[in-house]
């Protein structure tokens, strides 16, 4: 599903900002929004745990569920 792509990718975008404030301690979020606290920067870290608790669920699903859902979108 597309959506489990944009979580996937939002995800991964947060997990890059994570690394960097570990490794440099430079939050581009804050840097972007002019600060952690205000609304945009809030909003987006949200974003990104909501994106994150998606992939959560990539975990559980059946691969065959995947390949099956793909097969039949290929033959509409």
Known sequence: ???DRIAL???IIGT???GSVGLFQFDLVAWACGGVGTL???IIYTVVAL???WCISLLFR???YDE???SDMGNR
């Open 68 to 70: 099956l859902e793909e």
């Open 9 to 11: 990718i939002i995800a």
């Open 62 to 64: 059946s691969r065959n």
């Open 51 to 53: 994106a994150g608790i």
């Open 1 to 3: 599903m597309i959506i």
């Open 16 to 18: 890059l900002n994570w």
């Open 40 to 42: 945009l920067a809030r």
